[in-house]
Every structure is written in C-alpha cells, then in structure tokens.
C-alpha cells in the first residue's frame, strides 16, 4: 500500500500546488493564534484543491463557534484537534461537525501511547505526534519522538505519523513504524511559518519512494 504524506501550515496558492504536484493527500490549514502558521478561515477557503484531496484544518482547544465557522469558510474536510481535548469532547465535536475527526496523541515515551486507547470509536484518526515543552507549541515545533516506541503497539484507530519528520528522516520514520499517512509542518519551511515549495517537493518525492 502507498504511503501518503499530509503538507500542513499550508497559506499561499504556491505552497499549496507544490502539495498538490507532490501527491500529496491531504494539505493542512492552522487555525491557532499563536503559531506562526496561523491563517483566517476565508483564507483558507481561497486556496483551492482538487475534490479527492483532503482539507484539514488543525486547531487546539478550539470552542464550537470557530470549529462551525472554520469547517464552512475553508472547506475543510477534516479537524485535527491538537490540544487537551478528552474523548467526550472529540465525540460531541465529530457530532457537530460531521466531518473526519483526527485526535493528536503527544509522544515521549511509550506510556503516553495509551491516551490514544480513550479515542477509540470516537475519533476517525490517531495522530502520533512528539510532545513539546510546556509553554511551547503543542505542535509544529519540528521535534521527533523515539519512532521505535510504536513498534508492537495495538493501534486502536487508523494513524498517522508527524513530529519532525522531513526529506531526509522520513523514509527511515516509515521503515521503522510502517506508517501508511505521515504529516509533516516545520520540515519543509525554510523559516518558521514559511513553506518551502523545493521542500515540499522533495519531502513529497522521498514519501512516494516508499
Ligand atoms: O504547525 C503548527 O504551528 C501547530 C500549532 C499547534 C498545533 C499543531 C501544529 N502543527 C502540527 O504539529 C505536527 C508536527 O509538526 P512538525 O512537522 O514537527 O513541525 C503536525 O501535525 C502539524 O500539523
């Protein structure tokens, strides 16, 4: 089976073909204030895809009046919910919405696998990705967890792999965790919060070699 790659943090038409060129499946839109990729929801809504490729717009703790909102002005197909949210919360959100759930999972050791056991039949998809500082981003800071935790770990949902992965490291990622979807942010910027269509292309080419 292919693997599949989600670019995320996505803002300008450019970044977004270079996705699209890429093969990528799904592109990602960050609807968070404080990091840097940050986008208003009509913004998104302007940079168009093609119908088989998801939209998925990632969020932390978002309220119910954004989700709605967002979902409607960038079209999105998906949410990606990367804060605390409990299983409750992403059951009554998938309710709302209708539309694809993904629950990120923060990794440091192999103990914090277990969060994603509580999402089962609630979620649509378990994103493992590597915990960060307190303080920090939960998310898009281009730090990686040990891949090898994952190794003989009962996944409860379809997953996807993300946490510092890039050109070069991704082959190696999937080799050791037989992830079938990777999703990658700060790897193919050359700043943060600027994408880098080269990047994208080359993360997209290495994925495909898979
Ligand atoms: O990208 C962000 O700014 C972001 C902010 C808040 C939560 C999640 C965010 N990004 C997601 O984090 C992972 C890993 O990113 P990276 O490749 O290590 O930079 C990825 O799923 C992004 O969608």
């Not at 670019?7 to 960050?30: K, M, N, Q, R, W």
């Not at 696998?113 to 998310?139: H, N, Q």
Request: charged share 20%.
């Amino acid at each position: 089976m292919p693997v599949s790659a989600k670019i995320c943090g996505l803002s300008t038409p450019e970044t977004v073909d270079a996705a699209i060129g890429g093969g990528a499946s799904h592109v990602g839109f960050v609807f968070f204030p404080k990091s840097p990729r940050d986008i208003v929801p009509e913004r998104a809504g302007q940079l168009a895809t093609p119908g088989h490729l998801g939209r998925i717009g990632v969020f932390v703790d978002p309220d119910d009046a954004l989700l709605t909102h967002a979902v409607t002005a960038a079209r999105l197909t998906g949410v990606q919910l990367h804060g605390e949210e409990t299983a409750e919360r992403v059951a009554a959100v998938k309710a709302r919405l209708g539309v694809e759930v993904w629950k990120a999972v923060p990794v440091r050791t192999r103990a914090d696998l277990d969060a994603a056991r509580a999402y089962r039949g609630v979620a649509d998809r378990i994103l493992y990705d590597a915990k960060t500082p307190k303080g920090t981003l939960p998310g898009g800071m281009g730090l990686r967890f040990d891949w090898k935790l994952l190794d003989g770990f009962q996944h409860p949902l379809p997953w996807a792999l993300s946490g510092g992965l890039d050109a070069a490291n991704v082959a190696e990622a999937i080799g050791i965790t037989a992830a079938r979807l990777v999703d990658v942010s700060s790897g193919v910027e050359s700043a943060p919060g600027v994408k880098d269509v080269d990047k994208i292309a080359a993360f997209c080419k290495a994925v495909s070699a898979c």
